[in-house]
């Protein structure tokens, strides 16, 4: 099994930001890749970014340019740095770990952001 822990989250105003982070353990094979993923009420869960093991990093387009997504010193650890948040960011943000053909979730924060 994998589990992931979520630290982070909260409210803030528009302009402010915000720092994620998310631990994973367990059985964690040396490939694998790790991010966020978002949902806000009544619309399609997004990309927010990830990060692969090789450090090849994907943005989701909302994000690009105010987020930044990088490996913590701690092994199996991401970081979220949010920068400029604004409301449309506003959604429950849920941590995920990929390898081979298994994807491992986290619990989900949240994450609201007032004008």
């Known amino acids: 099994q994998v589990q992931l822990v979520e630290a982070g989250g909260g409210s803030v105003q528009a302009g402010g930001s915000m720092r994620l982070l998310c631990q994973a353990s367990?059985?964690?094979?040396?490939?694998?890749?790790m991010g966020w993923y978002r949902r806000a009420p009544q619309k399609q869960r997004e990309l927010v970014a990830v990060?692969?093991?090789?450090?090849?990093?994907n943005y989701g387009v909302p994000v690009q340019g105010r987020f930044t997504i990088s490996r913590a010193d701690a092994k199996y650890t991401v970081n979220l740095q949010m920068d400029n948040l604004q409301p449309d960011d506003t959604a429950v943000y849920y941590c995920?770990?990929?390898?081979?053909?298994?994807?491992?979730w986290g619990p989900g924060t949240q994450v609201t952001v007032s004008s």
């Open positions: 995920i770990l990929i390898q081979q053909r298994n994807n491992f």
């Open positions: 367990g059985d964690i094979y040396s490939i694998h890749v």
């Open positions: 990060i692969s093991t090789a450090e090849n990093i």
